[in-house]
C-alpha cells in the first residue's frame, strides 16, 4: 500500500539552528511528495512539494529534495524561526488514486528564543 | 481571492443528533476532499467529490456518513447520529483544475466537531 513515516517529534530547537525532519514513503505507483505546516487552531498550509526524482522543492527557506533511490523527502532549513513552530506534516498522492492524500503522522516543532 | 471556506467553525451536538458540516472551495476549484483529523491518529482521507459526483469514498465509514457536492451551493459531509467517537477535526480541501497543479490541495480551516 501507500504509506508515509516521518520522524516523531516533538523536536525542539533553539531560533537559528538547523532543522531536519525526516520522511520515507513507500509507494505502488510514482507519486508527488509534499510537505504541509499547520499552525495551532488552523487549517493545513502547503509548504512546498516535487513531483520528480532528484526535484526540489523550496519556499520560505525550507526545501526538500525528492530521493527515489531512498525513498525520502527530508525537510531542511538552515535557520529557524520561533515563528516556524507548528506541525509539519510530509505527505504523497497519486494520480491513480485521484491524487487523495496519504499524511505522515506530523511532527511538532518547537522553536524557542 | 478567497481560500476555501468551512463553516461552522466550531460544532457542538450531543449523541443521536446530526452534524452537517459545509464546505465552499476556492474559486475556480471543482474537486473537493474531506479529510479528518482525530486525536492520536493524524489526517485521514474521507471522500473526494467533484460536482455532482462521488469519485472515492473508500475513507468513509460504511454506516452514519455521507457526503455531497451540488451543482450549485457548498459540499456538505453529513454525519447522523453522531457518537463520542466522531468528534474530530474535519478538514476540506479542495484543487486547481489545471493538470499541472491538480495534485496541490488547499485546505480550509476546518471544523472541529464535538460531541457530548
Known amino acids: 500500500g501507500n504509506s508515509v513515516t516521518q520522524m516523531e517529534g516533538p523536536v525542539t530547537l533553539s531560533e537559528e539552528a538547523f532543522l531536519t525532519i525526516n520522511c520515507t514513503y513507500t509507494?505502488?505507483?510514482?507519486?508527488?511528495l509534499f510537505w504541509y505546516v499547520q499552525y495551532p487552531g488552523e487549517g493545513l498550509q502547503l509548504l512546498l512539494k516535487a513531483t520528480k526524482a532528484d526535484d526540489k522543492g523550496s519556499n520560505k527557506g525550507f526545501e526538500a529534495t525528492y530521493r527515489k533511490e531512498t525513498t525520502s523527502f527530508h525537510l531542511e532549513k538552515g535557520s529557524v524561526q520561533v515563528s516556524d513552530s507548528a506541525v509539519y506534516f510530509c505527505a504523497l498522492s497519486l494520480i491513480e488514486y485521484g491524487n487523495k492524500l496519504v499524511f505522515g503522522a506530523g511532527t511538532i516543532l518547537r522553536v524557542k528564543s | 481571492n478567497a481560500g476555501v471556506m468551512q463553516n461552522p467553525r466550531h460544532l457542538v451536538r450531543r449523541r443521536g443528533q446530526e452534524a452537517r458540516l459545509r464546505c465552499s472551495p476556492m474559486k475556480g476549484h471543482s474537486h473537493v476532499y474531506w479529510y479528518r483529523q482525530l486525536p492520536e491518529e493524524g489526517l485521514k482521507f474521507m471522500v473526494y467529490?467533484?460536482?455532482?459526483?462521488?469519485?472515492?469514498e473508500s475513507g468513509m465509514p460504511k454506516e452514519r456518513f455521507s457526503a455531497e457536492f451540488p451543482k450549485e451551493g457548498p459540499s456538505i459531509l453529513r454525519i447522523q447520529q453522531v457518537v463520542r467517537g466522531d468528534s474530530a477535526a474535519y478538514f476540506c480541501?479542495?484543487?486547481?483544475?489545471?493538470?499541472?497543479?491538480?495534485?496541490?490541495?488547499?485546505f480550509g480551516p476546518g471544523t472541529r466537531l464535538t460531541v457530548t
Open positions: 509507494a505502488t505507483g510514482y507519486p508527488s
Open positions: 480541501a479542495s484543487s486547481p483544475p489545471s493538470r499541472a497543479r491538480a495534485d496541490e490541495q488547499y
Open positions: 467529490l467533484q460536482k455532482e459526483n462521488i469519485i472515492d
